[in-house]
């Protein structure tokens, strides 16, 4: 099976500015500084939230979720035995959410995330869960 992993926009201050307010109420901690792929492990703390992978060049190449009993690292680490992912995933930001957000909720944020940045016509034929209860959830 090939890996399809469209280069999405820059994450540039203004964009990643936007993000943490997709989370609302669920909000825990930002960390909008970028670390490389291979200290993904220093999220260990982190059990649910929304992952942000850039390419060396500062490119999205991966937005998505971690509400797994693995936790985000568990979650990161699924991609890095991608050997496509692996190539290309060079940085990692996170959005930590507290431990008991529902799915639903991680869901809605996650969808929100994509809008704010626009990736559902760019980074096509990936997918995101929809935003439609976004305000109801997270309010």
């Known amino acids: 099976m090939t890996t399809i992993l469209p280069i999405g926009p820059r994450m540039t201050l203004p964009r ?16 909008l500084t970028a670390i490389p ?4 492990w220093k999220y260990d703390d982190i059990v649910a939230g929304i992952y942000i992978v ?3 060049s500062g490119h999205l ?8 009993e693995d936790d985000l ?3 990161l680490d699924d991609h ?6 692996r190539e290309v995933f060079a940085k990692v ?10 799915p639903r909720t991680i869901d809605a944020i996650e969808g929100r995330c994509a809008d704010l940045l626009g990736l559902r016509e760019v980074m096509k034929p990936l997918t995101w869960p929809l935003a439609t209860d976004w305000l109801t959830l997270t309010a």
């Open 61 to 68: 190449r991966w937005l998505g979720q971690a509400n797994r």
């Open 73 to 75: 690292p568990g979650r």
């Open 16 to 31: 990643l500015g936007a993000l943490p307010l997709a989370c609302g109420r669920h909000l825990a901690q930002t960390h």
């Open 80 to 85: 890095n035995r991608n050997p496509a992912k």
């Open 54 to 56: 850039t390419d060396p």
């Open 93 to 102: 930001r996170a959005l930590h959410l507290h431990d008991g957000t529902p």
């Open 37 to 40: 792929w291979s200290d993904r």
